[in-house]
């Protein structure tokens, strides 16, 4: 570089320190205390605004979780009312006996019961709520509630031997456990 290509970036220099105090211009020390302190504060800057931007995500994706939640599991007070509704229903089906469902009068009445019980199936379906499997399988605290315990020597120990009532889950959540009978081993 020569002398002259250095001279109108010296103007511009001047031109930019015009504002500036003279003593930050005149000693060199201080003005590059200054010009540090300013990068530092610079630098402080940029990292507040990158932790505002994070936690500004992190608050958005929470929010997000929550509003996706409620509307998967909105539903589950109403479900829990209505399980008490199917689990009467089922007791009457199960309860008319045999000859009364032959009967002509009572053919009727029983297919109607019958096709309420399935609609109500339907409806829990179409809103995430299923069966838990129980009667054979293993007892699992997450989903069963060992109500008593019954000796076998045909099953293994902690088995579920009956259902009680049944239990539910909406969608990946616990709706109603189901009351179980499992296995011990005998005396």
Same mark, same amino acid.
């Given at each position: 570089? +020569?002398?002259?290509?250095?001279? %109108?970036?010296?103007?511009?220099?001047?031109?930019?320190?015009?504002?500036v105090?003279?003593?930050?211009?005149?000693?060199?020390?201080?003005?590059?205390?200054?010009?540090?302190?300013? $990068?530092?504060?610079?630098?402080?800057? *940029?990292?507040?605004?990158?932790?505002? *931007?994070?936690? +500004?995500?992190?608050v958005?994706?929470? /929010?997000?979780?929550?509003v996706?939640?409620?509307?998967?599991?909105?539903?589950?007070?109403?479900?829990?009312?209505?399980?008490?509704?199917?689990d009467?229903?089922?007791?009457?089906?199960?309860?008319?006996?045999?000859?009364?469902?032959?009967?002509? $009068?009572? $053919?009727?009445? @029983?297919?109607?019961?019958?096709? +309420?019980?399935?609609?109500?199936? $339907? @409806?829990?379906?179409? &809103?995430? =709520?299923?069966? =838990?499997?129980? *009667?054979?399988?293993?007892?699992? %605290? &997450?989903? &069963?509630?060992?109500?008593?315990?019954? %000796?076998?020597?045909? @099953?293994? %120990?902690?088995? @579920?031997?009956?259902?009680?009532?049944a239990?539910? /889950? =909406? *969608?990946?959540?616990?709706?109603?456990?189901a009351?179980?009978?499992?296995?011990?081993?005998?005396?």
């Open positions: 570089m +020569t002398e002259n290509d250095t001279r %109108p970036q010296d103007a511009e220099v001047a031109a930019e320190l015009e504002g105090p003279s003593e930050l211009t005149e000693g060199g020390d201080a003005l590059a205390d200054v010009v540090e302190a300013l $990068k530092s504060d610079l630098e402080a800057a *940029k990292q507040d605004v990158l932790y505002a *931007k994070a936690e +500004t995500q992190n958005r994706r929470r /929010m997000e979780k929550e996706a939640d409620t509307r998967a599991y909105a539903a589950t007070s109403f479900a829990r009312d209505i399980l008490s509704v199917a009467n229903l089922s007791r009457a089906l199960e309860s008319i006996p045999a000859e009364l469902r032959e009967d002509d $009068k009572m $053919k009727n009445l @029983v297919a109607g019961l019958e096709a +309420t019980g399935r609609e109500i199936e $339907k @409806v829990f379906a179409s &809103h995430g =709520i299923s069966r =838990i499997a129980a *009667k054979g399988l293993p007892l699992d %605290p &997450h989903q &069963h509630q060992a109500m008593l315990e019954i %000796p076998s020597a045909d @099953v293994e %120990p902690g088995t @579920v031997l009956q259902e009680l009532q239990g539910y /889950m =909406i *969608k990946d959540r616990l709706l109603r456990a009351m179980v009978a499992v296995a011990k081993k005998p005396d």
